[in-house]
Protein backbone atom coordinates (compact mmCIF):
# COMPACT_ATOMS: atom_id res chain seq x y z
CA UNK A 1 0.00 0.00 0.00
CA UNK A 2 1.04 3.65 -0.67
CA UNK A 3 0.43 6.73 0.97
CA UNK A 4 -0.18 9.69 -0.87
CA UNK A 5 -1.44 13.15 -0.20
CA UNK A 6 -4.87 13.87 -1.15
CA UNK A 7 -6.43 17.38 -3.12
CA UNK A 8 -8.46 17.83 0.48
CA UNK A 9 -5.27 18.03 2.08
CA UNK A 10 -5.57 14.84 3.99
CA UNK A 11 -3.69 11.75 3.45
CA UNK A 12 -5.30 8.73 1.31
CA UNK A 13 -4.13 5.10 0.64
CA UNK A 14 -3.85 3.43 -3.00
CA UNK A 15 -2.73 -0.09 -3.75
CA UNK A 16 0.48 -1.17 -5.37
CA UNK A 17 -0.94 -0.91 -8.57
CA UNK A 18 -1.23 2.94 -7.93
CA UNK A 19 -5.22 2.58 -8.05
CA UNK A 20 -6.55 3.88 -4.87
CA UNK A 21 -9.07 1.97 -2.76
CA UNK A 22 -11.32 4.32 -1.92
CA UNK A 23 -11.46 7.10 -4.48
CA UNK A 24 -9.29 8.21 -7.33
CA UNK A 25 -6.98 11.45 -7.31
CA UNK A 26 -9.59 13.41 -9.58
CA UNK A 27 -12.82 11.94 -7.46
CA UNK A 28 -11.13 13.97 -4.69
CA UNK A 29 -12.75 17.59 -4.20
CA UNK A 30 -12.29 20.85 -1.99
CA UNK A 31 -13.57 20.82 1.31
CA UNK A 32 -16.94 22.76 2.06
CA UNK A 33 -17.52 24.85 5.00
CA UNK A 34 -21.16 23.97 6.48
CA UNK A 35 -23.37 27.03 7.48
CA UNK A 36 -25.55 28.11 9.63
CA UNK A 37 -26.56 24.86 12.23
CA UNK A 38 -24.35 22.45 10.63
CA UNK A 39 -21.44 25.34 10.71
CA UNK A 40 -19.17 23.07 13.00
CA UNK A 41 -19.30 20.40 10.37
CA UNK A 42 -16.85 19.85 7.12
CA UNK A 43 -18.09 18.50 4.40
CA UNK A 44 -15.66 16.29 1.68
CA UNK A 45 -17.21 16.11 -1.37
CA UNK A 46 -16.10 12.77 -3.54
CA UNK A 47 -17.60 10.90 -6.88
CA UNK A 48 -17.44 7.19 -5.56
CA UNK A 49 -17.12 4.66 -8.13
CA UNK A 50 -19.61 1.95 -6.85
CA UNK A 51 -22.72 2.75 -4.79
CA UNK A 52 -23.47 -0.98 -4.25
CA UNK A 53 -21.62 -3.09 -1.97
CA UNK A 54 -21.73 -6.93 -1.87
CA UNK A 55 -21.42 -8.06 1.74
CA UNK A 56 -19.06 -10.61 2.33
CA UNK A 57 -20.75 -13.64 3.29
CA UNK A 58 -19.42 -14.38 6.11
CA UNK A 59 -20.93 -10.91 7.74
CA UNK A 60 -23.88 -10.53 9.96
CA UNK A 61 -25.19 -7.80 7.21
CA UNK A 62 -28.88 -8.01 7.27
CA UNK A 63 -28.68 -8.26 4.02
CA UNK A 64 -26.64 -9.03 0.59
CA UNK A 65 -26.11 -5.58 -0.32
CA UNK A 66 -25.32 -2.54 1.15
CA UNK A 67 -25.44 1.36 0.75
CA UNK A 68 -23.75 4.08 2.80
CA UNK A 69 -23.71 7.36 0.98
CA UNK A 70 -21.88 9.20 3.98
CA UNK A 71 -18.60 8.27 5.48
CA UNK A 72 -18.48 10.01 9.24
CA UNK A 73 -21.09 10.56 11.40
CA UNK A 74 -22.05 13.55 13.41
CA UNK A 75 -24.17 11.57 15.98
CA UNK A 76 -20.48 11.31 17.22
CA UNK A 77 -21.34 8.28 19.21
CA UNK A 78 -18.27 7.74 21.39
CA UNK A 79 -18.27 4.03 21.01
CA UNK A 80 -19.14 3.88 17.32
CA UNK A 81 -17.99 0.27 15.49
CA UNK A 82 -17.33 2.42 12.25
CA UNK A 83 -14.58 5.33 13.38
CA UNK A 84 -11.71 3.00 11.57
CA UNK A 85 -13.10 4.08 8.14
CA UNK A 86 -11.76 7.68 8.86
CA UNK A 87 -8.45 6.06 9.09
CA UNK A 88 -8.41 4.84 5.84
CA UNK A 89 -8.31 8.76 4.46
CA UNK A 90 -5.84 9.52 7.32
CA UNK A 91 -8.04 11.48 9.04
CA UNK A 92 -8.69 10.82 12.70
CA UNK A 93 -11.57 8.39 14.17
CA UNK A 94 -12.05 10.42 16.73
CA UNK A 95 -12.87 14.35 16.25
CA UNK A 96 -13.08 13.83 12.45
CA UNK A 97 -15.22 11.20 12.45
CA UNK A 98 -17.71 13.32 14.37
CA UNK A 99 -17.15 16.63 12.05
CA UNK A 100 -15.32 15.85 8.74
CA UNK A 101 -18.18 14.18 7.08
CA UNK A 102 -17.18 12.56 3.06
CA UNK A 103 -20.20 12.74 1.06
CA UNK A 104 -20.70 10.60 -1.91
CA UNK A 105 -21.84 13.53 -4.08
CA UNK A 106 -22.94 11.31 -6.66
CA UNK A 107 -24.80 8.34 -4.95
CA UNK A 108 -27.99 8.63 -6.57
CA UNK A 109 -26.96 8.60 -10.20
CA UNK A 110 -24.50 5.90 -9.67
CA UNK A 111 -26.79 4.17 -8.24
CA UNK A 112 -29.15 4.40 -10.85
CA UNK A 113 -26.75 3.09 -13.54
CA UNK A 114 -26.15 -0.01 -11.26
CA UNK A 115 -29.76 -1.07 -10.63
CA UNK A 116 -30.23 -0.92 -14.60
CA UNK A 117 -27.39 -2.96 -14.95
CA UNK A 118 -29.00 -6.75 -16.64
CA UNK A 119 -27.18 -7.92 -13.93
CA UNK A 120 -28.83 -6.49 -11.01
CA UNK A 121 -30.74 -9.19 -8.77
CA UNK A 122 -33.43 -7.05 -6.80
CA UNK A 123 -31.54 -8.38 -3.44
CA UNK A 124 -32.07 -6.90 -0.26
CA UNK A 125 -29.98 -3.85 0.23
CA UNK A 126 -29.27 -2.62 4.14
CA UNK A 127 -28.66 0.98 4.43
CA UNK A 128 -27.20 2.16 8.18
CA UNK A 129 -24.64 -0.43 8.42
CA UNK A 130 -21.46 2.19 8.61
CA UNK A 131 -22.80 5.15 8.96
CA UNK A 132 -26.10 6.64 9.57
CA UNK A 133 -28.09 7.62 6.92
CA UNK A 134 -29.80 10.25 8.19
CA UNK A 135 -27.55 11.98 10.10
CA UNK A 136 -27.62 15.76 9.68
CA UNK A 137 -26.01 16.34 6.54
CA UNK A 138 -28.46 14.56 4.94
CA UNK A 139 -30.93 17.22 5.75
CA UNK A 140 -28.55 19.04 3.26
CA UNK A 141 -27.73 16.33 0.77
CA UNK A 142 -31.00 14.64 0.84
CA UNK A 143 -28.85 11.76 -0.96
CA UNK A 144 -30.52 8.81 1.10
CA UNK A 145 -33.97 10.19 0.11
CA UNK A 146 -32.50 10.00 -3.48
CA UNK A 147 -31.43 6.46 -2.79
CA UNK A 148 -34.75 5.17 -1.21
CA UNK A 149 -36.34 6.71 -4.96
CA UNK A 150 -34.25 4.39 -7.16
CA UNK A 151 -34.44 1.22 -5.12
CA UNK A 152 -38.49 2.25 -5.31
CA UNK A 153 -38.22 2.70 -9.14
CA UNK A 154 -35.85 -0.51 -9.15
CA UNK A 155 -38.40 -2.64 -7.22
CA UNK A 156 -35.36 -3.69 -4.86
CA UNK A 157 -35.95 -4.33 -1.29
CA UNK A 158 -34.12 -2.50 1.67
CA UNK A 159 -33.53 -1.67 5.09
CA UNK A 160 -32.75 0.76 7.25
CA UNK A 161 -30.86 1.52 10.62
CA UNK A 162 -30.86 5.42 11.85
CA UNK A 163 -31.19 6.90 15.35
CA UNK A 164 -32.52 9.69 13.79
CA UNK A 165 -36.35 10.79 13.60
CA UNK A 166 -35.69 12.44 9.90
CA UNK A 167 -36.47 9.48 8.42
CA UNK A 168 -40.42 10.11 8.63
CA UNK A 169 -39.89 12.94 6.17
CA UNK A 170 -39.56 9.94 3.24
CA UNK A 171 -42.34 8.35 4.66
CA UNK A 172 -43.93 9.24 1.51
CA UNK A 173 -41.45 6.91 -0.44
CA UNK A 174 -41.11 4.29 2.04
CA UNK A 175 -44.82 3.83 1.96
CA UNK A 176 -44.80 3.85 -2.13
CA UNK A 177 -41.98 1.12 -1.76
CA UNK A 178 -43.99 -0.93 0.75
CA UNK A 179 -46.38 -1.36 -1.51
CA UNK A 180 -44.18 -3.86 -3.81
CA UNK A 181 -41.32 -4.88 -2.21
CA UNK A 182 -40.20 -6.00 1.33
CA UNK A 183 -39.15 -2.53 3.72
CA UNK A 184 -38.15 -1.91 7.00
CA UNK A 185 -37.26 0.76 9.20
CA UNK A 186 -35.42 0.42 12.45
CA UNK A 187 -33.77 2.54 15.20
CA UNK A 188 -31.05 1.92 17.08
CA UNK A 189 -32.26 2.79 21.03
CA UNK A 190 -29.80 1.42 23.91
CA UNK A 191 -31.22 3.73 26.57
CA UNK A 192 -33.62 6.11 27.17
CA UNK A 193 -31.84 7.59 30.37
CA UNK A 194 -30.78 11.34 29.65
CA UNK A 195 -27.96 11.40 30.94
CA UNK A 196 -26.28 8.17 29.73
CA UNK A 197 -27.94 9.69 26.00
CA UNK A 198 -26.22 12.71 26.31
CA UNK A 199 -22.47 11.27 27.53
CA UNK A 200 -22.86 8.96 25.10
CA UNK A 201 -24.29 9.88 21.67
CA UNK A 202 -24.02 13.56 21.83
CA UNK A 203 -24.61 14.47 18.59
CA UNK A 204 -27.96 12.28 18.37
CA UNK A 205 -31.67 13.55 18.14
CA UNK A 206 -33.12 12.06 21.42
CA UNK A 207 -33.89 8.90 21.90
CA UNK A 208 -37.53 9.61 22.15
CA UNK A 209 -37.96 11.55 19.25
CA UNK A 210 -37.14 8.22 17.79
CA UNK A 211 -39.37 6.11 19.90
CA UNK A 212 -42.24 8.56 18.50
CA UNK A 213 -40.87 7.79 15.08
CA UNK A 214 -41.41 4.45 15.21
CA UNK A 215 -44.73 5.19 16.10
CA UNK A 216 -45.39 7.08 13.37
CA UNK A 217 -44.26 4.37 10.70
CA UNK A 218 -45.90 1.89 12.49
CA UNK A 219 -49.01 3.80 12.23
CA UNK A 220 -48.54 3.80 8.52
CA UNK A 221 -47.74 0.01 8.37
CA UNK A 222 -44.42 0.12 8.08
CA UNK A 223 -42.24 -2.74 9.14
CA UNK A 224 -40.72 -1.02 12.34
CA UNK A 225 -38.97 -1.85 15.20
CA UNK A 226 -35.48 -1.22 17.65
CA UNK A 227 -31.96 -2.70 18.18
CA UNK A 228 -31.23 -2.32 21.60
CA UNK A 229 -26.90 -1.46 21.26
CA UNK A 230 -24.40 -1.27 22.36
CA UNK A 231 -25.74 -1.52 26.11
CA UNK A 232 -22.41 -0.28 28.31
CA UNK A 233 -21.65 -2.00 31.60
CA UNK A 234 -22.11 0.07 34.49
CA UNK A 235 -24.12 2.85 32.35
CA UNK A 236 -27.16 1.54 30.55
CA UNK A 237 -27.32 -2.20 31.67
CA UNK A 238 -30.03 -1.81 35.40
CA UNK A 239 -32.85 -3.84 34.51
CA UNK A 240 -34.66 -0.77 35.05
CA UNK A 241 -33.10 1.60 32.11
CA UNK A 242 -33.25 -1.57 30.32
CA UNK A 243 -37.34 -2.67 30.60
CA UNK A 244 -38.08 1.06 29.66
CA UNK A 245 -36.56 1.11 26.68
CA UNK A 246 -38.85 -2.82 25.58
CA UNK A 247 -41.87 -1.47 27.11
CA UNK A 248 -40.83 2.07 25.24
CA UNK A 249 -40.17 -0.19 22.20
CA UNK A 250 -43.37 -2.20 22.76
CA UNK A 251 -45.59 1.04 22.96
CA UNK A 252 -44.82 2.08 19.85
CA UNK A 253 -45.23 -0.64 17.91
CA UNK A 254 -42.60 -2.11 16.88
CA UNK A 255 -40.33 -5.22 16.99
CA UNK A 256 -37.57 -5.79 19.71
CA UNK A 257 -34.88 -6.93 16.77
CA UNK A 258 -31.96 -7.75 19.78
CA UNK A 259 -30.28 -6.47 22.46
CA UNK A 260 -26.33 -6.82 22.42
CA UNK A 261 -23.83 -5.18 24.53
CA UNK A 262 -20.52 -3.16 23.37
CA UNK A 263 -17.68 -4.21 21.73
CA UNK A 264 -14.73 -2.77 21.37
CA UNK A 265 -12.99 -3.85 18.37
CA UNK A 266 -9.71 -2.39 17.69
CA UNK A 267 -9.18 0.97 16.95
CA UNK A 268 -12.59 1.47 18.90
CA UNK A 269 -11.12 0.31 21.96
CA UNK A 270 -8.00 2.78 22.41
CA UNK A 271 -10.80 5.80 21.48
CA UNK A 272 -13.37 4.66 24.19
CA UNK A 273 -11.19 3.85 27.04
CA UNK A 274 -9.45 6.97 26.57
CA UNK A 275 -12.83 8.87 26.86
CA UNK A 276 -13.81 6.39 29.50
CA UNK A 277 -11.26 7.35 31.60
CA UNK A 278 -12.21 10.95 31.44
CA UNK A 279 -15.33 10.57 32.68
CA UNK A 280 -15.26 7.87 35.53
CA UNK A 281 -11.37 6.61 36.18
CA UNK A 282 -13.39 3.43 38.69
CA UNK A 283 -15.35 2.78 35.03
CA UNK A 284 -12.43 3.01 33.31
CA UNK A 285 -10.76 0.04 35.68
CA UNK A 286 -13.81 -1.97 35.65
CA UNK A 287 -13.74 -1.95 31.73
CA UNK A 288 -9.77 -3.03 31.54
CA UNK A 289 -11.03 -5.81 33.28
CA UNK A 290 -14.23 -6.81 31.31
CA UNK A 291 -12.38 -6.22 27.97
CA UNK A 292 -8.86 -7.76 29.23
CA UNK A 293 -8.83 -10.52 27.01
CA UNK A 294 -11.37 -10.04 24.39
CA UNK A 295 -13.03 -7.51 22.28
CA UNK A 296 -16.84 -8.48 23.04
CA UNK A 297 -18.39 -9.41 26.35
CA UNK A 298 -18.80 -12.92 27.21
CA UNK A 299 -22.05 -14.68 26.42
CA UNK A 300 -23.01 -14.82 30.09
CA UNK A 301 -23.43 -11.03 30.53
CA UNK A 302 -25.73 -11.11 27.00
CA UNK A 303 -27.73 -13.59 29.27
CA UNK A 304 -27.60 -11.58 32.00
CA UNK A 305 -28.77 -8.46 29.91
CA UNK A 306 -32.35 -10.47 28.80
CA UNK A 307 -32.97 -11.70 32.27
CA UNK A 308 -32.49 -8.00 33.48
CA UNK A 309 -34.79 -6.59 30.42
CA UNK A 310 -37.60 -9.42 31.09
CA UNK A 311 -37.19 -11.04 27.81
S1 LIG B 1 -25.28 6.78 14.72
FE1 LIG B 1 -24.28 4.85 14.20
S2 LIG B 1 -22.78 5.39 12.63
FE2 LIG B 1 -23.39 7.29 13.64
S3 LIG B 1 -21.85 7.62 15.24
FE3 LIG B 1 -23.59 6.53 16.17
S4 LIG B 1 -23.06 4.35 16.02
FE4 LIG B 1 -21.72 5.47 14.58
Avoid at 26 to 36: I, N, Q, R, V
Avoid at 119 to 145: C, F, H, I, S
Wanted: charged content about 25%.
Amino acid sequence: MTEREGKAGFRWKGSDEGEPVLFSADELFLPELGTGRMSDLEFLHVTAKRILNSVPSNSRAPANWTINVYRGCSHACGYCFARPTHAYLGLDIGDDFDRKIVVKINAVEKLRQELAAPTWRREAVAMGTNTDPYQRAEAKYRLTRGVLEALTEHRTPFSILTKSPLVTRDLDIVAEAAKTVAVSVNFSIATLDERVWRLTEPGSPHPRRRVEAMARLAGAGIRTGALMAPILPGLSDRPEQLREVVAAIRGAGGRLLGIGPLHLRPGVREHFLTWLHGVDADLHADYLRRYATADHAPRRYLEELHRRAGL
